[in-house]
């Protein structure tokens, strides 16, 4: 009896421990099935998110290459048109790029009285022109977007032939020299080659004849007329 109760007393508590153990084991397996599947969702939000990413990355390339361009951008590309005083004091070239971007570099020289390099200012600029209005085939209204200055403006260098100094002068693309208005005009005309010269301003018709372009009938030229100070760029003249 003696000897049941001791075998007993020593088998009890191994049965305990086994129970115990086995409660720990269960624990531990369905903490790291739940660690698992808390893993696994966060793998799918990851995933999800990323692919999300990618399709509004997608998405947003798609709208800028489905953006509507129109077609005088494409006959305008890689033309230069210039500006320039009536005294060749100022001028100014810009170049059209793809899509109606371009390149602007305004240039006013002074020569030097006192003998070395002549003084230049000079003012570079970018942006883009949209199609405000088609008016018909010879005539559009452009608009001006997101203009910026992209030369160090208050800064000089010395080269072998200017002392150029970079200034804030935006030229033909300036509201109105003549009021001293330095802001970045927003609507210009563009005429093609064959517009009739009848049906130009008398403005423009005088800005030209003291430029000495002069033409009868219809325009062999590329004009983008400032609206505001008439003061236009001209396609094909140095």
Partial sequence: MK??????????????????????????????????????????????????????????????????????????????????HVHNRYYQSLTFEKNGFFN????????????????QSICQMKGKFIVENHLDETCYILRLTNPAIISNTGESELNSDYQIEYKDLKGALSLDDLKGENDFQDLYTLYLPGRNKD???????????????SFEGQSPYYLLVNNNSTAFFIEGLE
């Fill in 3 to 84: 000897k049941k109760i001791i075998i007993i007393g020593l088998i009890l508590p191994l049965l305990v421990s086994c129970k115990e153990n086995k409660r720990v084991i269960e624990t531990e397996s369905t903490s790291f099935e739940n660690v698992e599947k808390i893993s696994s969702n966060n793998n799918l939000s990851n995933n999800e998110k990323n692919n999300s990413n990618i399709k509004d990355n997608e998405k947003v390339k798609e709208e800028e290459n489905n953006e509507e361009i129109d077609p005088i951008f494409k006959e305008l590309e890689g033309k230069t048109f210039v500006y320039k």
């Fill in 104 to 119: 602007s570099k305004y240039t006013f020289t002074q020569t030097n009285t006192e003998g070395g390099p002549d003084y």
């Fill in 199 to 213: 049906s130009m301003t008398d403005k423009l018709k005088q800005n030209l004849e003291n430029l000495y372009i």
